[in-house]
């Protein structure tokens, strides 16, 4: 099984800046996927970057040139930098990783507890 802590969420002003991490532990055989949704109040929860182990991304268009997800596979920890921060990023971010597990080396998805955000002068 895979627990997963996100920590760095917070209060910043418009065009802040914040930092996310998260970090994986416990019995997997890898991890394939590390990611970051978000869930606004009222929304549901949306996909907001991800990154495979070989090292490609994927964003949502609405940050894409704002937010860099970037990961160490030594520390099984993936990084969330959020630039220029805006008001409508404002949300309970969560991460998610999907792992190999187990004997039968199933494929599981994890997610976190999530960590809020908040854009707000």
């Known amino acids: 099984q895979v627990q997963l802590v996100e920590s760095g969420g917070g209060l910043v002003q418009p065009g802040g800046s914040l930092r996310l991490s998260c970090v994986a532990s416990?019995?997997?055989?890898?991890?394939?996927?590390m990611g970051w949704y978000r869930q606004a109040p009222g929304k549901q929860r949306e996909l907001v970057a991800t990154?495979?182990?070989?090292?490609?991304?994927n964003y949502a268009d609405s940050v894409k040139g704002r937010f860099t997800i970037s990961r160490d596979n030594a520390k099984n920890t993936v990084y969330l930098q959020m630039n220029s921060l805006e008001p409508e990023d404002t949300a309970v971010y969560y991460c998610?990783?999907?792992?190999?597990?187990?004997?039968?080396?199933?494929?599981?998805?994890?997610w976190g507890q999530g960590t809020r955000v908040t854009v707000s002068s």
């Open positions: 416990g019995s997997f055989v890898s991890i394939n996927t």
């Open positions: 990154t495979i182990s070989g090292g490609s991304t």
């Open positions: 998610n990783a999907v792992a190999i597990v187990g004997s039968m080396r199933k494929r599981a998805s994890y």
